[in-house]
């Protein structure tokens, strides 16, 4: 019997390397759907070198309160936490979208590019490296 029909719901994935022309290979032999529990947000502490994390966070422990009713810190914590968590959403799609792009662009480049030295090759490695390392 042959391999594909053994095993028919098989997917590979191809993820592109850095500093080498070779590439991850991930073999999934099914195709079953894994559910996730809701994970409680946490606070990273890579945000803190973004400086649109660090302008949620001023903001929201800005903000006024009435004298006469002052927020508990927890309260001020939570509605901090509740801001973050939203602006983290899109700093999270915006990086997917980034690391995207530069695994396209580096297969593209390795696909088409006869020499391994290839300036566009190399810079595109080099920016891709730095912004794995963020």
């Not at 809701?38 to 400086?51: D, I």
């Not at 915006?94 to 696909?111: G, H, N, T």
Request: glycine content about 2%; hydrophobic content about 40%; some cysteine.
């Amino acid at each position: 019997m042959a391999w594909s029909h053994m095993f028919s719901q098989a997917i590979l994935y191809v993820r592109e390397a850095t500093k080498s022309d070779h590439s991850l290979l991930f073999l999934s032999l099914s195709n079953t759907v894994t559910r996730y529990a809701v994970k409680r947000f946490r606070y990273e502490n890579a945000w803190s070198c973004e400086l649109d994390c660090k302008q949620v966070i001023k903001e929201s422990w800005a903000v006024a309160m009435p004298v006469a009713m002052p927020v508990p810190i927890a309260g001020r914590m939570e509605d901090c936490g509740k801001k973050l968590q939203q602006w983290a959403s899109s700093f999270h799609k915006d990086f997917k979208d980034r690391l995207e792009d530069y695994r396209r662009r580096l297969a593209f480049l390795r696909q088409n590019c006869k020499n391994p030295n290839h300036l566009d090759l190399k810079e595109v490695e080099e920016h891709y490296a730095q912004f794995l390392l963020q």
